[in-house]
């Protein structure tokens, strides 16, 4: 697979935007959550299904929730053209990045962060049957490698497979996690997890369990009663609690994870 450019890296301060990966700092504020050990870090994943039409309640999630990081699985945001609606949903304090899709319709995933945290980008790649981010995120004496992905599922518009899914994948884990022993995968593979007689869900077990991972969502994270959205991690002493909640706002629900990097 080719190399793929590392994703778009917009810091935004509010409705400000910057090409540079530089921090804006918040404004003081009375309303600033009580500040928490440095290296207890929340996390939140949720399928949006089109965060341009989500702005405002995606700022309010982060807020309300007080969200260190948001992980969005189908952004639905283009390459350029979205600057606006990338402001809107980033609070103030806060940095962007994104990785959309290229092709076609939808998918897209991002990372909503608040900018003191120390994340880094990693080199990508690129697939066809799936969108990712690759980071990795220090606090303390702890660096852990996060993946957040998206697969689609394959319908006859996009042409996709999932024995095309299962020929790429495990190349992303072998670049991602081989010799990394901290490692959390997060997001939507369209998976029923809940159905262990699921042929998918048994191919996509038998790929990560061998290799040391854990699946910790154990509740629907959908409408329809399935668990779609998962955290497989190497590291599961990492990770306090994990959380599941309706929002309301979309199909999927929002998947909270409370981490412990010391």
């Known amino acids: 697979q080719p190399d ?114 120390n994340i880094k980008q990693c080199k990508q790649r690129s697939f066809k049957t799936f969108d990712y981010l690759d980071m990795c995120i220090t606090a303390g004496k702890q660096t852990v490698r996060v993946v957040i992905i998206y697969r689609p599922c394959p319908t006859k518009s996009n042409k996709l497979t999932a024995r095309e ?21 997060i997001g939507d593979m369209n998976f029923h997890m809940d159905d262990c007689s699921n042929s998918e869900t048994k191919r996509i077990t038998q790929i990560l369990e061998p290799l040391g991972f854990s699946q910790l969502v154990t509740v629907p994270t959908h409408v329809r009663g399935h668990i779609l959205d998962v955290v497989w991690t190497k590291s599961p002493r990492l990770i306090r609690a994990v959380d599941v909640e309706n929002t309301n706002m979309s199909d999927h629900f929002l998947v909270q994870l409370d981490t412990d990097l010391s």
């Open 165 to 185: 899914f299962f020929e790429e994948f495990p190349s992303l884990i072998a670049d991602s996690s081989t010799h990394v022993s901290n490692f959390i995968l």
């Open 4 to 117: 793929r450019p590392f994703p778009l890296d917009l810091s935004v301060n509010n409705s400000t935007h910057s090409s540079t990966s530089l921090p804006f700092p918040a404004s003081p504020s009375s309303s600033d959550p009580p500040t928490r050990k440095p290296t207890h870090i929340t996390v939140g994943l949720w399928n949006s299904q089109s965060a341009v039409n989500k702005t405002i309640d995606i700022s309010e999630l982060i807020v309300d929730r007080d969200l260190d990081i948001l992980c969005l699985n189908e952004t639905w945001l283009k390459e350029a053209g979205d600057e606006v609606s990338i402001g809107e949903m980033t609070p103030s304090g806060y940095s962007f990045t994104h990785s959309p899709r290229t092709f076609g319709r939808g998918g897209g995933v991002a990372i909503i962060y608040r900018s003191a945290v």
